[in-house]
């Protein structure tokens, strides 16, 4: 842990001398092997013979892209070249090895639409990584225990240190979903040879819908519920902060809100309304591409037509199902929605409408969605966005402009 830590300080320490020497940041470096220190490194874990293995969790030294910066900026220039003609080359250069360069404009905004350039992912696939961070969660929540804190401390510390752990997905997350109506884009210049922007192709973006429906997933989202007897009510002055999952149900740990909080995140990225606007056009100019339909359907039949014998499993399920139609709510009435949006989004409300009231399970929980249908389709202008899943904590390491 301490090696891991101190692997962590020196790559932070990296980029923050890369900002000093006038570096902005690359958040599409982890897409070409993590080629700079100035993207924010995700810890890379993975699994051998049954095991997280943190070894190589950073970087140690800089990375090409850096090389290229240092290159392009501080370079002494051969004697026998012009300025112009040393700083194309250095340009070349980077051209050869593939390189991206996409900073924080595209990779923060939550509708981004850039496939490469997000904060804290890993891998040149985000749907890739996705499914490899699933399991480490998985297995990494099974693991989770007593032992993850010292002897001595508050039992109310270990509901904080769950909670790094439970949200682990959640950049890896938000960066498959701008894989989804997303495109491969650079801030080209006029030169030979480029291609400054191409869409992101079917394959990729039917693959990261069908990783991203994993996040909405009752089964990935619920806590084991041998674990919940591992958080208690909070001890007197060991109360919640910011960094603490928030909760429905007053001092009492809440298993389903905390997966009210996470679906409520993939929803909020996966339904934006720019994102939907962008599978319209992708659409309209290649057929074969994925549909704002497609991803609407895929979304119902993989979260509301799906029923559990467990109870523990269809409350969750029944959370991530409110919080499904709360979103379509919101796409449909959202005021940057355009009407075509708003029109596939209102059809698939009418659709689900029907289904529910043709269906049989579930009758308590099927009524109030239908009510809460009749209600939005009476009053679109009444509709709030839902407040009801609890805030996600804070989880960037550092703040917002480091
Ligand atoms: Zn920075």
Known sequence: MMEMAIARIRQLSAHEVG???????????????????????????????DEIVVADA??????????????????????EMQEKDFLNSVIAEADDQELRFITDSDARASGGANAFGHLWDNG??????????LEIRKKAISNFSIDNIRTGESYSTLEDVFVPLYFMHRYQTEAVSKV?????????????????????????????LSVYLKTLDAEVLAIPKNKLELFPPRAYGFG???????????????????A????????????HPERAARLIQQKALDNSQLSLDELLSGLINSTLKKTFKDPYLQQIQNTI??????????????????????????????????????????????????????????????FKPMVQAPKIPDGSPIGSFD
């Not at 950073?58 to 004697?79: F, H, L, M, R």
């Not at 049989?360 to 249908?373: A, D, G, H, K, T």
């Open 19 to 49: 900002h000093t020497i006038g570096f902005t940041h690359n958040f599409a470096a982890s897409s070409n092997e993590n080629a700079s220190v100035m993207d924010y490194p995700h810890p890379q874990f993975k699994i051998e013979n």
């Open 58 to 79: 950073y970087s140690s030294g800089i990375g090409a892209w850096d090389k290229i910066t240092v290159k392009y900026s501080y370079a002494d220039i051969p004697s």
């Open 124 to 133: 040149s696939s985000p749907a890739e990584g996705l499914k490899d961070l």
């Open 180 to 208: 989804i109506g997303g495109l491969d884009y650079t801030y080209a210049v006029k030169r030979e040879q480029q291609n400054p922007v191409k869409t992101a192709s079917v394959q990729d973006q039917k693959d990261a």
């Open 240 to 258: 919640r902060s910011r960094e603490s999952f928030k909760s429905n149900t007053g001092v009492v740990f809440d298993a389903i809100g905390a």
């Open 260 to 271: 009210g909080t996470a679906s409520n995140l993939s929803l909020q990225y996966l339904l």
């Open 321 to 382: 199902n409110y919080n499904v139609l709360q979103h379509l709510f919101n796409l449909a009435a959202h005021k940057n929605a355009i009407h075509q949006v708003k029109a596939i989004t209102n059809s698939t409300i009418t659709s689900l409408e029907a289904w529910l009231e043709s269906n049989s399970n579930n009758e308590v929980f099927r009524s109030q969605l239908l009510l809460e249908i009749k209600q939005f389709k009476e009053h679109p202008e009444l």
